[in-house]
């Protein structure tokens, strides 16, 4: 699979947290546009400290992408830059409607679709998302 981040990509099939993954690719020296991502996260968190994302096993997607540290220079709002992206990717791919509950969730039928997670950490912006694609049940 080609990475269109130009990085590379790294895949586990349930983890922690995709953005403890990126994470050791950064101290193993990958830099921006390497991709981590799981259909399974365990241990998956929100922009809240103390608050979970969940993800069932098969029924979700996360992934954490490393980007550059001067986006956040250029772009402040970046979470919420990702998020209209985002959105506007499945509106238009899959003709659903979307809303953006500011400042970093999604929302379709109701229902939450997908939270954004930005970070700086050790040098570089981890953009984490998580994507519900066929839950049904939240704890």
Known sequence: MENPFGGKIYFKEETQTTMNDALDMVEQGAGEGCLCWSLHQTQ???RIQGRNWHSAAGES???TLILSPELIKV????S???G???SRYLE?????DIRIKWPNDIYCMGGKLAGILCEYRRGVILAGIGLNLNQKVFP
């Open 80 to 82: 919420l830059r990702l």
């Open 61 to 63: 997607l996360a992934f």
């Open 84 to 86: 209209l992206g985002l």
């Open 44 to 46: 998956g968190r929100g």
């Open 75 to 78: 772009q402040p709002s970046l």
């Open 92 to 96: 238009e791919e899959f003709k659903l």
